[in-house]
C-alpha cells in the first residue's frame, strides 16, 4: 500500500480515535528527577496471589528506585482479562502494603501518568499502533486459529521455527480492496506487527545483571492488538515503560526470550529503550534437584504464608535482600546498628543463575532480627501477632504483660544476644514457662531427659536462695551449697575425682531448670528466676514433685 491508502485503512481501522501520538507524548511529559534517579515498576497481573518470586521483583524495583531518590510506581497489567481473578487488584496492593513495598505512584495513591491499570489505557495503545499502520508497519490478519494452527502443524513436521513469519505472514501484504472486503464480510481480525527484521542479523543488548548478550534480530509478525482492540503484553509494556519514562526494566529472566522482539518495538515505535536487568529465577532444592519454586507446590511461595506462621515482614526484606545482593548478608551482620537503608544495592552483585530459597537460612536471618529486638518490641509484636492468630494467647499475653516483657528480655544487651526465635510462634512454645497455665498445661512434657532429679536437695537448697544478689553471687553461692552437700564446685574438679562426688554444680542447677522451666535449656537461669520470685519457684518445684516423682 501507498502513503494515502495506509492512511485510509488506519481511519477504517481506527475510526474513534481522535489523538495522535504528539498528543500522549505532550500528556505524558518527562519526569523531574535527577540524571541518577532510577524510575522503576512492578506490573503484576490480577491472576491470583502475590508469590515469592513477585514480592521480590517489586522488593528489587523498591529498594533501587529509593536508594537513588527515584519513582517506584506500580501497574496494573491486566490486559488478559480471562485469567484475571475477582478482588486480585486488591489481593496484590494488600501484599505489597503487608510488606511495606509502597508504590509512589498507583491506581490507589494516583499520580501524573495514570491511569495506571492497562485495561484504562486501551485508547493509548490503539493511537499507537493507528500510527503504524500510517507508517506501514503494522497490518490487520484476518487468519482463523484453525489456519493458524496448520501453520504450527506444517512447521512442527518441518522443524522449523514456529510462529507467524515470512510467507506464513499471509496477510501482510493485503491491498486495500481486500482488507475493506474482508472488514465488509464481518471477518474478524487482530493487528500485527509487520516486522523489519531479519534473523540472520544480530542485535546486542547489555543487560544490568548478565552484561552483554546477543540475539538473532527479531522477525516476528506478532499480535499488537487483539480481536477485541486489547493489547498483548508485548505492545502495552513498551507503550506505557516509554510514557511512564520507566528507566529501568527489572524482571525476571523467562522474559530473556522476548528480548529481540521488545528491542524491535521500542525502535519502530520510535522510544528510547529504558535498561533491563534480567533477574535469575527462585529455586528450591528437593530430593538433591533443582527446581523453580512454585507457587502450587510450595506454601513458602504465598506471601502470606509468612503472616500466618509469623515469621516477621522485615525479616523476610532481609533475606530478600540476601537474595537481592551477594555482600548484603556479611555486610548486615557487621553492622548490628543499621537497617537494609543504610546499604547501597548495586546490580553487579546479583545473582546471574538461580537463586536457591532456603527457609533454614531465613530462619536464621529472622533470629538475628528478633536478637536484635527489645523484651519489649518482640512483646508487642507478638501480641499482635496472637491477637489475630491465637485468641487464647493473646490473652494470656495481656495479662501477664510485665512478667513477659522480663522474660523476652533475659540475654538480650550481652554481646551474644540469644537467638531462640525464628517465628512470632515460637514465643508461646520457647517461653511456655513464662505463664503459669501453659507451663502447668505442659506437665514436663518438653522434658527430652531420663533423669529423676533430687525435689528434696532443691528445696533444701531454696532455703539458701537470695533473689537480690548479683548473678555471679547467686552462683558463688550454688558452689557454696554444692560442695556443702557432697557435690564438686566445677565440673572439671568432678571429672577428675568422679568417686569423691555426688555430682556437681552443674548438675543442681540443671535440675533447677527442669522443675521451674520443664526443660533443660533455657536463658539465664538466675534471671528466670528473678522473675519467677521465691514463691513461684518453690510452687513448680512442688509440682514438679506431685508429677514426676509422685
Not at 510467507?167 to 482488507?179: F, G, I, K, P, T
Request: proline fraction near 3%; charged fraction near 30%.
Amino acid at each position: 500500500m501507498n502513503k494515502e491508502e495506509r492512511l485510509e485503512l488506519a481511519e477504517i481501522l481506527f475510526p474513534n480515535i481522535e489523538h495522535s501520538r504528539e498528543y500522549y507524548e505532550e500528556a505524558y511529559p518527562k519526569r523531574n528527577l535527577s540524571d541518577n534517579a532510577m524510575v522503576t515498576r512492578f506490573g503484576p497481573s490480577p491472576t491470583g496471589f502475590v508469590h515469592m518470586g513477585s514480592l521480590f521483583g517489586s522488593f528489587c524495583d523498591y529498594i533501587f528506585a529509593k536508594q537513588t531518590n527515584g519513582v517506584f510506581y506500580l501497574r496494573i497489567e491486566d490486559t488478559d482479562q480471562k485469567r484475571s481473578v475477582e478482588n486480585g487488584i486488591d489481593g496484590i496492593f494488600n501484599d505489597l502494603d503487608a510488606f511495606q513495598i509502597t508504590p509512589d505512584e498507583s491506581a490507589r495513591v494516583g499520580g501524573e501518568y495514570d491511569p495506571y491499570i492497562q485495561s484504562e489505557r486501551t485508547e493509548i495503545y490503539q493511537t499507537y499502533v493507528k500510527d503504524l499502520i500510517c507508517k506501514g508497519l503494522a497490518y490487520p490478519c484476518f487468519m482463523t486459529e484453525e489456519e493458524i494452527a496448520q501453520i504450527r502443524e506444517e512447521q512442527e513436521i518441518n522443524k522449523t521455527k514456529l510462529g507467524i513469519y515470512g510467507h506464513y505472514a499471509v496477510d501482510r501484504d493485503l491491498s486495500l480492496e481486500e482488507v475493506k472486503e474482508k472488514i465488509n464480510n464481518k471477518e474478524e481480525y487482530v493487528i500485527r506487527l509487520k516486522s523489519p527484521g531479519n534473523s540472520n542479523n544480530q542485535i546486542e543488548l547489555v543487560d544490568c545483571i548478565k552484561g552483554k548478550m546477543k540475539f538473532p534480530e527479531n522477525d516476528m509478525d506478532v499480535v499488537l492488538l487483539k480481536k477485541d482492540g486489547t493489547p498483548t503484553y508485548h505492545l502495552a509494556h513498551v507503550v506505557d515503560d516509554h510514557l511512564m519514562h520507566t528507566t529501568h526494566v527489572i524482571r525476571g529472566d523467562e522474559w530473556v526470550s522476548s528480548i529481540p522482539l521488545h528491542v524491535q518495538l521500542f525502535e519502530v515505535l520510535g522510544f528510547d529503550m529504558p535498561e533491563y536487568a534480567h533477574t535469575a529465577p527462585i529455586t528450591k532444592k528437593e530430593n538433591g534437584n533443582i527446581r523453580k519454586l512454585s507457587k502450587r507446590k510450595d506454601p513458602e511461595a504465598k506471601v502470606s504464608y509468612y503472616d500466618e506462621v509469623g515469621i516477621p515482614i522485615d525479616a523476610v526484606k532481609l533475606y530478600l535482600a540476601t537474595i537481592l545482593n551477594s555482600n548484603f548478608e556479611e555486610w548486615y551482620l557487621n553492622n548490628q546498628d543499621k537497617s537494609i537503608d543504610d546499604f547501597t544495592f548495586t546490580f553487579d552483585k546479583m545473582a546471574v543463575g538461580g537463586t536457591l530459597f532456603d527457609l533454614d537460612k531465613l530462619n536464621n536471618i529472622s533470629k538475628t532480627y528478633f536478637s536484635r529486638k527489645s523484651g519489649r518490641e518482640v512483646y508487642e509484636e507478638t501480641l499482635n501477632y496472637a491477637e489475630k492468630f491465637d485468641k487464647d494467647y493473646y490473652e494470656l499475653l495481656k495479662e501477664n504483660k510485665e512478667d513477659m516483657i522480663q522474660f523476652l528480655s533475659i540475654e538480650k544487651d550481652g554481646a551474644r544476644p540469644r537467638k531462640d526465635i525464628s517465628k512470632y510462634s515460637d514465643v508461646k512454645d520457647e517461653f511456655s514457662y513464662a505463664i503459669d497455665s501453659i507451663f502447668k498445661s505442659e506437665s514436663y512434657s518438653k522434658y527430652d531427659g531420663d533423669k529423676t532429679y533430687d525435689v528434696e536437695l532443691i528445696l533444701d537448697y531454696l532455703e539458701t536462695l537470695d533473689l537480690t544478689v548479683s548473678n555471679e553471687e547467686w552462683f558463688n553461692g550454688v558452689k557454696e551449697f554444692a560442695i556443702s552437700h557432697g557435690y564438686a564446685a566445677s565440673p572439671k574438679e568432678y571429672k577428675k575425682n568422679p568417686d569423691e562426688f555426688k555430682g556437681h554444680v552443674g548438675d543442681i542447677c540443671e535440675a533447677l531448670r527442669v522443675m521451674i522451666t520443664g526443660r533443660t535449656k533455657s536463658p539465664d537461669l538466675f534471671s528466670i528466676m528473678k522473675v519467677l520470685g521465691k514463691d513461684k519457684i518453690r510452687e513448680r518445684v512442688e509440682l514438679y514433685k506431685n508429677i514426676v516423682v509422685k
